[in-house]
Structures are given as C-alpha cells and as structure tokens.
C-alpha cells in the first residue's frame, strides 16, 4: 500500500465513496453523514493537501484527512468542551486530527457475515 496526497481527479472517487457510506448507513437505520458534504468542502481539503489517498498497486483502497486545530474548533458539538481532551501542559495546536476517513464498500471487513454466524 502506498499513502500519497489525494489529486483534483480523486475528489470524483470520495465523493463517491461518501455517497455510497451514506447510502449503506440509510440502509442500516443511520443519520450519520446525512447531511450533505459539498463537492468544493473536498475540493478544498485536497487543495490544502490536507486528503490522503491510499492505493493498493493501481486501486483506490482508501482516504484520510487531517486538519489542524484550527481548522476543527468550528466543527465541536456545542454541548462538549474541546480543552477537556486535552491535558493542561499540552499544546492543541501542535497536533493534527484525522475528519473523515473512508473505504469504499468493496474493501469493509466481513463483520455482518460473522455476526450471522454468532462470532
């Protein structure tokens, strides 16, 4: 496997890989990731060189994003404190925080079957 920075042309695979995680969630009785995640917020990630790509020889086996602290303190649910994940000496803005890991469907574990299966 080999981690290289996402390129423009790999926002057309996340967004598809997004859509297909939010159709499989709807299926399973989950809102998460329903609300919509604009083509241009992707776009921008990759432009900041913020979006990772993992590839497996010549295919697409994953993406990551890291941001700054920065870049997620807008993004903190209002009912939780960002400084309680945090020890007093260290320093937030020295670290990078994965926002959206995916794999396409194709490459999920077997989790569903073995629980078919009672293991």
């Known amino acids: 496997m080999i981690i290289v920075p996402a390129r423009p042309r790999d926002v057309d695979i996340i967004m598809s890989w997004r859509r297909e995680r939010v159709a499989w969630l709807a299926a399973q009785g989950e809102e998460q990731w329903s609300i919509p995640l604009p083509r241009s917020a992707v776009a921008s990630t990759v432009s900041a060189g913020q979006t990772w790509m993992v590839w497996d020889g010549e295919e697409p086996i994953a993406t990551i994003t890291l941001t700054a602290y920065v870049d997620v303190d807008n993004l903190w649910k209002p ?6 994940l945090w020890h007093p ?9 994965e926002a959206k890991m ?18």
């Open 79 to 84: 009912d939780r404190d960002p400084e309680a």
């Open 89 to 97: 000496e260290d320093d937030p803005a020295d670290a990078l925080y």
């Open 102 to 119: 995916m794999i396409p469907l194709r490459h999920s574990g077997t989790c569903q079957g073995n629980e078919a299966n009672g293991s």
